[in-house]
């Protein structure tokens, strides 16, 4: 918790190297990341004949990656994607709350459109990266109970 005195000494002192404007790189570099998953995701699930119906779908739960169509199955797609494993997994990064927004914006998307009654699924596209090289894209099918 900040207290008053420490959010003035924020704003006077010099930035740390931490605090810096080059700092600002690492959320850009991991949208960056994120949207070079994506599309890798896309590519991916389309070669597999897989056709995408929408991309980032937001809604008041979340976001979703994906929207595509398998066969007349609705997919809903997560694209995690990480440059290492130091804070896990790229399957390590659904947390239950993640997992409950993807449910609840899964079903608004068929709600808005009147497809309640269509069959659907939650996939995760998992893809490591070593600078823009793939190490490995793993798609695993129906990830999420509902």
């Known amino acids: 918790m900040t207290t008053p005195a420490a959010t003035a000494d924020a704003v006077t002192r010099a930035p740390r190297a931490a605090e810096s404007p080059v700092s600002a790189r690492p959320a850009d570099g991991r ?32 976001e979703i990656d994906l929207v595509a169509d398998d066969d007349g ?21 659904i947390t239950s709350r993640k997992s409950r927004a993807m449910i609840d914006c899964a079903q608004a998307y068929l709600a808005e459109r009147g497809a309640e009654r269509r069959p659907w699924r939650i ?24």
Do not use: M, W
């Open 123 to 146: 996939d995760l596209v998992a893809i490591r990266l070593e600078g823009n090289r793939v190490l490995r894209l793993d798609h695993y099918r129906h990830v999420l109970e509902y």
């Open 73 to 93: 199955t609705v997919v809903f797609v997560e694209v995690r994607t990480r440059r290492s494993d130091s804070f896990g997994t790229p399957e390590e990064s």
């Open 31 to 62: 949208r960056a990341t994120g949207k070079l998953g994506e599309s890798l995701a896309e590519r991916y699930l389309v070669r597999q004949g897989t056709s995408i119906v929408e991309r980032n779908y937001r809604c008041r739960a979340g």
